[in-house]
C-alpha cells in the first residue's frame, strides 16, 4: 500500500465544485486534494442529474449521504475481506509467542 504524504502544517488549496470555489487546507498534499474535489463534483453533477429543479443545499446533501453510504460499505467490505484473516494473523502470533515464553517461564 503506497502511503499518502502528510506535512506537519497544512497547505492550501482552491477547488471548485458546481462552479463553487472554496479554499481549504490539507496536510494530504496536492494529488490527494485533486482526487477529494473530483470525487466530490463528480458526484454532485450525478445527483444533480438525477434530481433536476432541487436547490444546490438539496443536491449537496444527497452528495454527502451518497458518499457516507459508499465510505461505509467499504469499511464493511474491507472488514469482511480482511477481518477473518487478521484474527487469525493474531491468533497464531499468540500462540507462538506463548511457546516461546513458556521456556522461559
Known sequence: ??????????NWYDITIAGKKFTIASRHGEAHIRAVEKMIADTYEEVGARIQGQ????IALLTAL?????????Q????DQYGE???????RLGSALDSVAAPLQ
Open 1 to 10: 500500500m503506497t502511503e499518502r504524504p502528510v506535512s506537519a502544517e497544512p
Open 55 to 58: 436547490t444546490a443545499v438539496h
Open 66 to 74: 451518497n458518499l457516507a453510504d459508499e465510505l461505509i460499505n467499504t
Open 76 to 79: 464493511h467490505a474491507l472488514r
Open 85 to 91: 484473516r487478521i484474527e487469525d494473523m493474531l491468533t
